[in-house]
């Protein structure tokens, strides 16, 4: 929890700077996300859940780690040995199968273009 506080903290400083903030960072537990949401001003928190299923996430993986852990040589490997809580109400949800990463990326510019726009 400390290593999410941390990243929360310093993009509440440059949000604060009136910089766009983007944070890309493993958080498999709900408690976590919500204090860094509750860090932030109200509307400055995007969650955005990019859901890929385990055996997806596992063929993907370049490095082998997923097929470690299954094997159970890692642990505390998220989605394996350690929990994975899905986002219960996150602002976008982005299913990654069946899709080009290019598309997943343009749905995402396009939904901020929406957020910005409306305020």
């Not at 506080?5 to 408690?31: C, H, N, Q, T, Y």
């Not at 995007?46 to 370049?62: G, H, K, Y």
């Amino acid at each position: 929890m400390e290593n999410i506080r941390r990243v929360a903290e310093v993009a509440k400083l440059m949000a604060d700077a009136g910089l766009i903030v983007l944070v890309s960072f493993i958080s498999p537990f709900r408690d976590e996300r919500r204090m860094a949401r509750e860090l932030m001003e109200e509307g400055e928190f995007i969650e955005i859940f990019v859901d890929t299923p385990l055996e997806e996430c596992a063929r993907r993986d370049p490095k082998g780690l997923y097929e470690k852990a299954l094997a159970g040589k890692i642990a505390n490997f998220t989605g394996v040995s350690s929990p994975y809580e899905t986002p219960e109400n996150p602002e976008l949800h982005i299913r990654t199968v069946g899709h080009e990463p290019t598309d997943l990326a343009l749905a995402v510019e396009e939904f901020l273009d929406r957020r910005m726009e409306g305020k």
